[in-house]
């Protein structure tokens, strides 16, 4: 990736690193005269209101700023908001040599810019295998039948008017994140790495809603979900997960679903991987045994050292990736640092996510802060004070089921390096002494 | 407001909501002969796929639509996404008479388009007093000064490095929404009735963090907020709420702040008025007693009926609203219909929601689905089955200290009719048989 492509906003003048330090460091640091920020300047120098002149460091302290001189823009400028001017490089990105053509491609989140659990709808990652449907929503359908006692037909209205309507929030992550990393670093940010993923609160109905109104026949085990795109996704699906959390859900963060992400009805299958939940879901058809659809046979499935693949490894196991630093998100001073990342686990919820700094040989127990909900995107933070030493970081996700995310070795080593899916590694970074951080393997 | 800004989605063909009937009532309904849905005439004829032609009331089940035909969109077409075009009426709404100029006015939520408990940041309601400042994050400076050991300025960057970040999700509600609603039933939609709140995930660093940095001399009893917008807003908040739970804030639903919500940092002061929250958030002083601005004394007090004004009632008390459905929008069809609303409380969680369907006279607890955490927007549903008679729909919020939302005639005997803020009432929806759906008061 470009590197002209990096968003490089913030100030890094000085040592702003001093309000956080302890009274007895912040007064030291101010008096080794060092290069200081305005903050320390203030400290050092008196009030900034008495003495303005103390601020000659920082010119953008007392001149009162043109924002505060004239009138802003109107309340309804943009009925429908739009992110500031200056996070403009804050965007879904395509690596366009890995695929052919953009209507069966991905364009991925940009995790380092983010923060909190929450994705925005406007920034969640894009996997298209026949572009995106545009479907207009008078006109759409959605029909259950096959081993049911009636089949039957739901428009848009009709599911809004299910009872049971449920809020959730799951994580969604694609088989092939983090799989052109199977075979060594290479793509050099988070973005790319990590960034097919999105984490949003769904409004739906269970699966299990409409199943019981159709009436499974006692031989149904499986259910096929097809979408009304180009690509007419298909997946087999157990009826076991069909009737457990499923959710045929129509609002993604409190709107309607996206176009990019199935509007106006996509298919929830929490904790499973992505492509199962179909986008712009058409049908749920009731049958004793999986279909062997292309998805879940010459795709989706891990092909192994010997040849031989996997199929229906459906759960995504437990992850985690620092995603500041990370080669788009470069540390920009030294002093107090927020080492910030993202944990997630198909299992169940993250108990807990230890971090590196040193490639692995000591360990510390990050701090996980907001939502830690099963099958939903957890936020962790480590706050240190870096000295400008090269920094090998490393983050390791446990769940509550006991799992720990392994190495890449350890991965490699049971299932080689033939498949591209389901690669949940531990993630290296190198941190240079300069605060530029790239993609690394440790030994 | 024009009926014609009223979106119609939804195609309201037949008897749709047999699926949510029991199977009996399910087949009656399909053997009445009535107009029926696609879903009863599957089910009333065997096999769709067998027998297309039974599929005749319903033309857009059995044809393979367009959308399935041909390559759509690419998966970055918009780098930052947006809703769908069949969405373009759900956007934020001003009422034109309300103010004078747009830079000091009101664009409201449309609630009723909404589900779940965030709110898009794109939707979020916008109150400026000077317009929107455009600020440049590379000269942004915050600054803590006044009654503090010492004087300290920050660059946006010095906060993001600060330790202690914090995810939190909790409602904003402007003092004057419902305001225009104290005279009697006016605006005849949930947007601009109760469309003056938000509830989104904010990240940012406790208030706490840089007073104690600072250090607050014993004196210090009160902090003043500014805003750097060229409304220059002030409040005064108790340095008790400024040490408690209050948050410097630089993200919303895991991206940057909007410019319209305080790019790149706005005070978030949780359960207590919106405009309190000050936005461009440029400095906070510490003093020893309020400061009594013009946001705290000619504006934003609650004039009484005696003359009097009630001053520095910050907390936002339970509240309710019904939001579909409400005047934008109304019932489409008889049988299975899904009532939701929203409820919110200044002072801690949503401990129950009841409904009433006959103006006041017999109550339903309601379902809440979804987060349900402190000064946070809760959802609540109400699966009804509705035959055509007229309804008088009202919701009553109870939090858990107790607390109970307060019909407007109780409101009014206690606070009179002068004041346009905190208005907490009960609001009511008159249904009509034919789903359309009015503001009105009961007795």
Known sequence: MPDNTVPRTGHSAGNGAAPALSRRRFLSVAGQG??????????????????????????????VPNWSKALGA???????????????????????WLTASSESSV???????????????????????GGEAEIDPDKYRFMVHGLVDRELVFTLEDIKRMPGRVNRAYFLECAANSGMEWRGAQLNG??????????????????????????????????????????????????EKALDDCLVAFAMNGEALRPEQGYPVRLVVPGWEGNMWVKWLRRIKVGDQPWQ??????????????????????????????????????LKQKGPTVLTGIAWSGRGAIRRVDVSLDGGRNWTT??????????????????????????????????????????????????????????????????????????????
């Open 107 to 129: 364009s991925f989140t940009p995790l380092y810019a983010l923060d909190g659990t929450i994705t925005p709808n406007g920034l969640c990652f894009v996997r298209h295998h």
């Open 190 to 239: 988070c973005q790319f790495t990590h960034g097919m993923i999105h984490n949003v609160y769904y409004t739906g109905v269970p699966l299990r809603a409409f199943l019981d109104v159709a009436g499974v026949k006692p031989k149904g085990k499986w259910v096929l979900a097809e979408g009304a795109d180009a690509a007419v996704m298909t997946r087999s699906i157990p009826i």
């Open 366 to 443: 990050a701090r996980i802060e907001g939502p830690n909900t099963p099958m939903s995107m957890t936020r962790f933070y480590l706050d240190f004070d870096w000295g400008g030493e090269e920094l090998m970081v490393q983050s390791r996700a446990m769940d509550d089921t006991g799992y720990v995310q392994p190495t890449k070795q350890e991965l490699r080593a049971i299932r080689g390096t033939n498949s591209i899916y389901h690669n949940n590694g531990i993630q290296t970074w190198l941190v240079r002494s300069n605060g530029e951080t790239e993609n690394v393997e440790v030994g």
């Open 34 to 63: 060092a290069v200081v920020s305005a903050g320390v300047a203030a400290a050092a120098t008196g009030p900034l209101l008495a003495a303005p002149a103390a601020a000659g460091p920082d010119p953008n302290i007392v001149p």
């Open 74 to 96: 109107g309340v309804n400028v943009n009925p429908y908001g739009k992110p500031s001017k200056f996070e403009k490089d804050v965007v879904r990105r395509e690596v366009t």
């Open 293 to 330: 659809q292309r998805e879940e046979t010459s795709k989706y499935t891990d092909l192994l050292a010997d040849g031989r693949s996997r199929r229906f490894t459906f759960i995504m196991d437990a992850k985690s990736v620092v995603t500041s630093p990370s080669p788009q998100a470069p």
